[in-house]
């Protein structure tokens, strides 16, 4: 499967986002989606996760300001951003897998990241 993330950009603190990340393929459905982050100096981290049935879970530094959701008949998954802090500056990434991790090892495929910055 190909991914194709965007709805990266420029935003103020307190402001929102909403990314997206588009599957190829007609097997969209049977994988576990998640979104990652990578700051510049630092390791690529988990943000977050959706099972194929919709079941989610988040790091606990986006907890209550971000959300995932899929849409398995458009082949694609989202993540809404909001209350944007400075420290959410990063590239985010989408990635496909078989198995519920937060490790970005445990993913096969990976979209091309879209740049997010949260001014102060």
């Known amino acids: 499967v190909q991914l194709q993330a965007s709805g990266g950009g420029l935003v103020q603190a307190g402001g929102s986002l909403k990314l997206s990340c588009a599957a190829s393929g007609r097997t969209f459905s049977r994988y576990v989606m998640g979104w990652f982050r990578q700051a510049p100096g630092k390791e690529r981290e988990f943000v977050t996760i959706?099972?194929?049935?919709?079941?989610?879970y988040y790091a606990d530094s986006v907890k209550g300001r971000f959300t995932i959701f899929r849409d398995n008949g458009e082949n694609t998954v989202y993540l809404q951003m909001g209350s944007l802090k400075p420290e959410d500056t990063a590239v985010y990434y989408c990635?496909?897998?078989?198995?519920?991790?937060?490790?970005?090892?445990?993913?096969?495929?990976w979209g091309q990241g879209t740049q997010v910055t949260v001014s102060s």
């Open positions: 959706i099972s194929r049935g919709g079941n989610t």
């Open positions: 990635a496909a897998g078989d198995s519920w991790s937060i490790r970005p090892n445990a993913y096969d495929y």
